[in-house]
Every structure is written in C-alpha cells, then in structure tokens.
C-alpha cells in the first residue's frame, strides 16, 4: 500500500502565478482533506472533500479551490498566489467518519517569490 | 473558540530520561483527539489516538497519553527518550460538523533529546 502521495514535492512559483498541487490517497480511503503548514506552524484546515464535493471549508480565501475525482484522488488550486502562500501543504485522507484515522502525504513545498 | 493549545514550544531532554509534552483542548473540540510526530521535511505520522474507552492510551515507539476530560487535557508521555525521538511533535482534536470532521492542530512542540 502505498499510503497518501503527494506530487511535486517541491515547487517555485512567482507571485501572481496559479498552481496545482495533486494527491492520491491511501486506498480504500475516500476522504480528502489539504492543510496549509507554514513554517513553524501547526497545519490549518483549508477544505475537505467527499464523493467529489467540498463538504467543509476552512477560513481560507476563494484563491484557493479544489477538486476530487471519482478515482477519489484530488486537487488543490491556489490563483494570484502571494508570498505568504509559501508553505507545506499537506494532504490527508481517511475513510468516511472523523471517528478513522486521518493518513497525511509527505507534502508539497511551495515557495513563492 | 475550537483550539488546541500546545504548552511547551521547546521541550530539551537527555538520552533515556522521561518527557512529558503538554497539550490543552477547547471545550468545542471533540474527544477525538490525536498525537502526531513529523520529522523533518517530511508529512505526519500518527502516534496514538483518543476515541472514547481508557483514559490511557497507547501508542508507537513507546509514546503514550492519558485523556483528561475535567482538565481539558492529552499530554503525551515516554518514559525514557531516545535520540531518534527528536522531532517536531503536534496534538489536534477533530471538530466536528455533521458527519464530517476536521483536525484542528496545536502550534507544535520541538522535542530536542540530547546525548
């Protein structure tokens, strides 16, 4: 079993720019959800998604959108991005309730110069 | 307000001695509540979790964390460290929506194991 995984590991953007993060989760699992980590922070909850609708939304701003695939594998689009946006962004999945443990990717580094 | 409080943002401690990490829950917060380990560089790893049941619970590499529900609180404990524990280590709590869940997380606590 492969787990959750995330791709690209690392990436470079510019400000202004649009990205797309990707991740596949951990099979049998149909849940995903994407946390933002800035550095030397705890991760924060941007949104989650079930049966390819976002069920649950953190306090983050409509730059940043998603999407799942009925392969449940999902998407994370961040527009206009700004330098606070450099961050680890972590995926995780779990499989229906919040009662099941969550399995979280190795992340995506963004930087954004 | 849903927040889960890490007390220690640095927690030094020697090769073999024990180690206590402090964490705090709102009342908001579910019981269902978390440790996770992160090295660095890398996603989290779950060490142990709270569902309902024991108030002791047990999880990998030794670690364990005793549920406090009149003291609001899940400290993690290992009686004796090793080098290799030396990692960034986070508490969270699910909050609750329906049938839904997300984690909430504490700021972090760096647990630095000394030789």
């Known amino acids: 079993d492969a787990g959750v995984t995330q791709s690209p590991t690392h990436l470079i953007k510019t400000r202004g720019q649009q990205v797309t993060l990707r991740c596949s989760p951990k099979s049998g699992h149909d849940t995903v959800s994407w946390y933002q980590q800035a550095l030397g922070q705890g991760p924060q909850f941007i949104f989650q998604?079930?049966?390819?609708?976002?069920?649950q939304r953190g306090n983050f701003p409509d730059r940043f959108s998603g999407h799942q695939f009925p392969n449940y594998s999902s998407e994370l689009n961040v527009n206009a991005l700004l330098l606070g946006d450099s961050a680890l962004y972590l995926c995780?999945?779990?499989?229906?309730?919040?009662?099941?443990?969550?399995?979280f990717g190795q992340g995506t580094r963004l930087t954004v110069v | 307000a849903q927040s889960v409080t890490q007390l220690d943002s640095q927690v030094p401690v020697f090769e073999e001695a024990p180690v206590e990490l402090r964490c705090n829950y709102s009342s908001s917060v579910s019981v269902y509540l978390f440790w996770y380990v992160q090295y660095p560089n890398q996603g989290l790893q779950l060490l142990l979790k709270y569902l309902s049941g024991s108030t002791l619970v047990k999880g990998i590499n030794g670690f364990e964390a005793e549920f406090n529900k009149s003291q609001t609180s899940f400290h993690l404990r290992k009686p004796s460290v090793h080098i290799s524990d030396t990692a960034e280590y986070f508490c969270a709590g699910s909050v609750l929506s329906g049938n839904t869940g997300k984690l909430i997380f504490g700021q972090g606590t760096t647990l630095q194991v000394k030789p």
């Open positions: 995780a999945s779990n499989q229906g309730t919040p009662r099941t443990e969550a399995f």
């Open positions: 998604y079930y049966e390819e609708e976002e069920r």
